[in-house]
């Protein structure tokens, strides 16, 4: 793929956008330093503009040129988690544009863990990088903003078309979700915060810094950054969808059918597999096995001319929060409420 890592910085550095994997999701990828590069993500994916995008970096070494102030909580963090699914949030530096910060005092950074990803980032930063020699690539995920995010090429191309000067593929996204996000950005040696759950669970950070992140503060005047994922009305299919317990399920497509409407099914359990749904598709009874396939099986049947998706319900349990997370935002940007009387 060399030929197409240097067209893509070819691209990156004419302003143009250029798709590529993580990890997590596909991300639709700009000149983080360069507005105007800056600007068409915003426009490709019709986001509003104080919405902020996360910088992705060649490697930790590149930080103190997006961020300034950095804790050693940061640092250990860092050491612990990158390259990986981890977004920190942290004062810019003052050559950060608020572009891209969606006009705020702090910056998202992480470094993605997708040998595709590191290669054009690491490609980029030889060939002197964004503009100023920062060596960013802002990428929020390549979809219409609150759509299902892509997790394979066809996904971005299916979206975005010929908004996208290339798309490079590197198959499906091992981890299916979108990266947890920490706040390391207030004074005082408060904690940090947990803005988004994801792959990397606050158990797993807590191991390493000693303490839980708090959830951010409701209700009292204390100010939270904006960050990527974090609308009540998120990652949202077309077709109207559902949350629904295991054992209120056959009711529910019960009732779809005596209604004469057509139903997808997005089961779990073994339970859910002999209820005759007019389309179906089964992720594993875990979490990450669960997240891995969830967009993708969220897309087949928003495409299958469903009146409703219905999704059994995950386990209450912190293993799957960060998919809880995503289907409740889901539930909530679709057009759910049409059927509230199911």
């Known amino acids: 793929m060399s030929q197409e890592f240097a067209r893509a910085v070819e691209l990156l550095q004419a302003c143009e956008l250029v798709a590529f994997p993580t990890e997590t999701v596909y991300g639709l990828g700009a000149d983080a330093a360069n507005p105007e590069a800056v600007a068409k993500v915003f426009a490709a994916k019709g986001r509003p503009a104080d919405h902020p995008l996360i910088v992705h970096l060649p490697g930790a070494a590149y930080l103190d040129r997006w961020a300034s102030g950095i804790p050693d909580v940061a640092w250990e963090l860092v050491e612990a988690f990158w390259p990986g699914p981890l977004t920190l ?82 198959g499906q996204c091992p981890v299916g979700i979108e990266s947890t996000i920490i706040d390391l950005s207030r004074d005082g040696g408060l ?4 803005l988004r759950p994801g792959h990397i669970s606050p158990e797993q950070i807590a191991s390493v810094i000693g303490v839980l ?110 998919v809880a997370d995503r289907l409740r935002r889901a539930a909530r940007g679709s057009a759910e409420t049409d059927f509230h009387h199911l």
Request: hydrophobic letters at 40%; proline letters at 9%.
């Open 213 to 322: 992140p708090a959830l951010p503060e409701a209700g009292i005047g204390v100010e939270v950054p904006r960050v990527s994922g974090a609308l009540e009305a998120h990652y949202a299919p077309q077709t109207p969808m559902r949350l629904v317990a295991t054992e209120q399920l056959p009711a529910v497509i019960g009732e779809m059918h005596e209604n004469d409407r057509r139903c997808g099914l997005l089961s779990r359990t073994r339970q859910a597999l002999v209820l005759m749904s007019h389309s179906q598709r089964q992720l594993p009874d875990e979490p990450k096995g669960f997240a891995r396939g969830l967009y993708a099986a969220l897309r087949e049947l928003d495409e299958q001319g469903n009146d409703l998706i219905v999704v059994e319900n995950v386990p209450n349990d912190s293993a799957w929060a960060a």
């Open 89 to 170: 949030i942290l004062k810019r530096t003052p050559e950060v544009p608020y572009a891209v910060t969606g006009g705020q005092e702090t910056i998202g950074v992480r470094v993605p863990a997708h040998p595709v990803a590191l290669e054009l980032l690491r490609t980029y930063a030889q060939a002197g990088g964004s503009r100023g020699g920062m060596c960013g690539i802002a990428a929020p995920s390549a979809n219409r903003f609150g759509r299902i995010s892509p997790t394979t090429a066809a996904h971005v191309r299916q979206e975005l078309g010929d908004s996208v000067a290339l798309v490079l593929d590197g």
């Open 191 to 194: 904690p940090p915060r947990l």
